[in-house]
């Protein structure tokens, strides 16, 4: 049997493990230093003043909402194209994600789908940089300014990413980011929300912490509070990762202008969206679009057949079983995102993924179509 190629891999090296070991050893295994370096480590890679860490992407957007005052009653608007925590993080607090079609070229938010979704109750918009190619903020926050609109970006899947010259993080918005092992870094499970003020970064450490104020009382407790903190293992494998993302990052261009090449000639499928100068992608997934009336269940049983993994990648979050059930969403209400859904394969893709194995994705892929 051939050996299977999957999805996605950490790359986990020395010196990860050394880091790991020195804080297992060292005893202070949840608010202790690691947290603190990881998190000024990170502020600097994405230029922001302020970062939190906190115990996953999904915990962060949770926070965000309650940074933004976000309530029953409200509404945020959001993309149905993403993965269903950047919708389930405004139930948490009780009020409705509006979704906005994406544009069909970068399968983010469209701008002008935005502003016809905003009503007298929406107080947020909620950017996903789908992919790792930044979503359009400088149209989002005219709206967002035009209506008096709070901001917030999921960049759980853009660490690395560039958005008019600036890393995704460094606008001022909060934003969030995910360390699950299939992204660019990982903690095992963690995430961390970068901010623009003290103030902010003090409420995440509070509400990540059950609500204890700063008082340092440890049984004392200011506001409804979670746990939702980042432990210091956790820290210390991130911590090191974020020594060598530069390296990480550069491996998986690397990777990605590889599958452009191999890609080329193959008709029926098309490569991701290249890159302007508006936007630089950090690769985090490679999802390619199959033209239509290509039988996508069939390609991925074919190449399943081969051992080689894929994925629809990503379904509609507004036609999930809970969302139809809830919401009464059908085919057809978002076409550009259900088109997308209906069409994209992601194929295997990490740093390390040999050039010989992506030869054979190719090449399982062409006999697929064929
Ligand atoms: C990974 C991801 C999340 C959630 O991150 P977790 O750490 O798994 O909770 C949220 N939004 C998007 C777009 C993601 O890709």
């Not at 880091?19 to 990170?42: I, W």
């Not at 969030?176 to 901010?195: I, L």
């Amino acid at each position: 049997m051939t050996r299977e190629i999957p999805l996605s891999a950490p790359w986990i090296d020395g010196r990860e493990e050394e880091l790991v070991v020195e804080t297992l050893r060292s005893g202070r295994l949840s608010l202790g230093p690691m947290v603190d370096r990881f998190e000024a480590a990170f502020a600097e890679q994405v230029g922001a003043p302020c970062v939190a860490a906190v115990s996953s992407g999904t915990a962060g957007l949770h926070l965000c909402m309650r940074l933004a005052g976000i309530g029953p009653g409200d509404e945020v608007v959001t993309t149905p194209f993403s993965f269903v925590a950047s919708a389930n993080c405004v139930l948490y607090e009780g009020a409705t994600p509006v979704f906005a079609d994406v544009d069909p070229g970068t399968l983010n938010l469209d701008p002008a789908a935005v502003e016809a979704a905003v009503t007298p109750k929406t107080k947020a918009i909620l950017a996903v940089h789908i992919f790792g190619y930044a979503a359009e903020l400088r149209e989002l926050e005219a709206i967002a300014e035009r209506h008096g609109l709070a901001i917030v970006e999921d960049a759980c899947e853009a660490l690395g990413a560039e958005y008019r010259g600036r890393p995704v993080g460094s606008s001022g918005h909060p934003a969030v980011f995910a360390f699950y092992p299939n992204k660019q870094m990982t903690t095992g499970e963690g995430g961390a929300v970068a901010v623009a003020t003290e103030e902010e970064w003090a409420l995440l450490k509070s509400l990540s912490n059950q609500g204890r104020s700063d008082s340092g009382e440890w049984l004392t407790h200011a506001r409804l509070g979670y746990n939702y903190r980042l432990d210091d293992l956790s820290a210390a494998l991130g911590l090191a990762q974020l020594e060598r993302l530069d390296e990480i990052l550069a491996a998986r261009v690397e990777v990605a202008a590889r599958y452009g090449e191999l890609l080329a000639s193959l008709a029926g499928v098309e490569a991701p969206l290249p890159d302007d100068e508006e936007h630089r992608r950090s690769w985090f997934v490679y999802v390619v679009r199959l033209a239509p009336g290509i039988d996508r269940n069939g390609v991925m049983a074919r190449l399943a057949a081969e051992g080689v993994a894929s994925k629809p990648y990503l379904p509609s979050i507004h036609l999930q079983p809970y969302y139809r059930e809830r919401f009464g969403y059908r085919e057809g209400t978002l076409p550009v995102s259900e088109d997308a859904s209906a069409r994209s394969l992601a194929l295997p893709f990490h740093a390390r993924l040999p050039a010989e194995d992506q030869e054979r994705v190719v090449d399982a892929l062409r006999r697929a179509l064929t």
